[in-house]
Nanobody, 125 residues
């Protein structure tokens, strides 16, 4: 089992940047594929980005490609999401998640086994 705690959210103007962090407890962080999801106000949770165990493969939803970068530091048990050129439509609660099935990099929320509590990102126009 792994416990996840997100941080780094906040209020930023359009065009600005934020870096989200997700700290994982336990010694098995490197055993999981990891993902970032977000839930805009009044909408369902949606996939943002994912990364495999080693960090060698990443996958992004089209709307964030070229703006967001997912990365991980297995020595520090931490997942990151660097968000640049933020837009008002990026406003959401952002969640990190861990997936025990490492055969594929999944984009569906149901594929993930553990979730953090979320961190709010608000982008003003």
């Amino acid at each position: 089992q792994v416990q996840l705690v997100e941080s780094g959210g906040g209020l930023v103007q359009a065009g600005g940047s934020l870096r989200l962090s997700c700290a994982a407890s336990g010694r098995t962080f490197s055993s999981y594929n990891m993902g970032w999801f977000r839930q805009p106000p009044g909408k369902e949770r949606e996939f943002v980005a994912a990364i495999n165990r080693s960090g060698s493969s990443t996958y992004y939803t089209n709307s964030v490609k070229g703006r967001f970068t997912i990365s991980r530091d297995n020595a520090e048990n931490t997942l990151y999401l660097q968000m640049n050129s933020l837009k008002p439509e990026d406003t959401a609660v952002y969640y990190c998640a861990a997936n025990r099935n490492v055969l594929t990099i999944a984009s569906k929320p149901d594929s993930y086994d553990y979730w953090g509590q979320g961190t709010q990102v608000t982008v003003s126009s």
